[in-house]
């Protein structure tokens, strides 16, 4: 596979609600999406997942499109990639670039998706995936009242989804929590705290032992693992990772500190698929639970991440709900849905523009630039 061409695309897709977390709320899809063309004729797509402001991470699709349009992608262009042991370099090729990792992973997992559509294999079976359907649960934004908060849930329980995910911060946390569990009992249940509290919170974050919790999501900075060993050594409910993980590196770090006892991946977070397995591996080797997380993807960045959690490490229903979770219309036909409750296929994907509907992406389109070397 011989990488002719790069397209940047940006779009403003609608989303059927509001979503909101400790750091902000998202209205509105705002997406960079990464077209690759390759010298036989295939296309690759992916989707970043930068946001508009640095609330989750430093990145943001201001920054992420700089660094793909002027570093990354002129980096890959015209080079060739026979094997998908190949492909598990092209991190290497950006490594000397610090940081931007999002944007790394946009055009990296563009490549995978182009590999898949050149050569007709499923992008699971690329990576070495094994599952046949994957379980998933669904995160719950903060909602305006904790009656609200148990309607979502009541809804949510009832289509079948595995495990409730329920966002939280100062303010909003054990009262919703109580709720819950007096309303729908042992139902599997964890919290996501996006970094909203810090180690002086210790006494506070001791209550959420008694709810029972199958984890507790990033309680504290995005850039720390000390502070969280530290904590988990006070806690019973096992601590996931998320934002504090950017690479394998880091994964064993945490596990060598005791930082955490799971942790969430983001493909598009780490940079890429490879960097995914090398994660897979560390974890596998210190039997430490996995998850794929989610960052509020289209259909593009759905299929993805059903490719990845086809992993066996990943133990643990992830947040990949349906594509009707977010969108009233999907950018892909047929969208991601269930199964079965709480079920997602997995289905051989030969490349997700098989599945796009590029009228559609025209439609939400706002910006768009072909890179040149
Ligand atoms: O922390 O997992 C998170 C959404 C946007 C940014 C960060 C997070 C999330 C979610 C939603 O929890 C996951 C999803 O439904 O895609
Ligand atoms: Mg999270």
Known sequence: MKIKSIQLRRLHLPMKEPFRTSFGVESEKDVILVEVQTEAGAVGFSECVTSSEPLYSEETNGTAWHMIRDFFAPKVLDTEFHTPAELLTVGDKLHSFKGNRMAKAAVEMALWDAYANETQIPLH??????????????????????????????????????????????????????????????????????????????????????????????????????????????????????????????????????????????????????????????????????????????????????????????????????????????????EVVFSRPGFLPVEDVLGVASRLRMERVEKWQVDAETVNK
């Open 125 to 334: 079976q690329l990576i070495g995936g094994e599952k046949t359907e994957i379980a998933v649960g669904i995160s719950v934004g903060i909602q305006p009242t904790t009656d609200a908060l148990v309607k979502k849930v009541n809804g949510y329980l009832q289509q079948g989804f595995q495990r409730i995910k329920v966002k939280v911060k100062p303010g909003y946390d054990l009262e919703p929590l109580a709720a819950l569990r007096r309303e729908f009992g042992d139902i599997p249940l964890m919290v996501d705290a996006n970094s909203a509290y810090r180690l002086k919170d210790l006494s506070h974050l001791r209550e959420f032992d008694g709810f029972g919790l199958m984890m507790m999501e990033q309680p504290l900075a995005n850039d720390d693992l000390v502070d969280h060993a530290r904590l988990q050594k006070e806690l019973q409910t096992p601590i996931c990772l998320d934002e504090s993980i950017h690479s394998a590196e880091d994964a064993r770090k945490a596990i060598e500190l005791g930082a955490c006892r799971i942790i969430n991946v983001k493909v598009g977070r780490i940079g890429g698929f490879a960097e995914a397995l090398r994660i897979h591996g560390v974890c596998q080797d210190a039997g430490i639970p996995l998850w794929c997380g989610g960052m509020l993807e289209t259909g593009i960045g759905r299929l993805h991440n059903v490719a990845l959690t086809t992993l066996p490490g990943f133990t643990l229903p992830g947040d990949t709900a349906p594509s009707a979770r977010y969108f009233e219309q999907d950018l892909i036909e047929p």
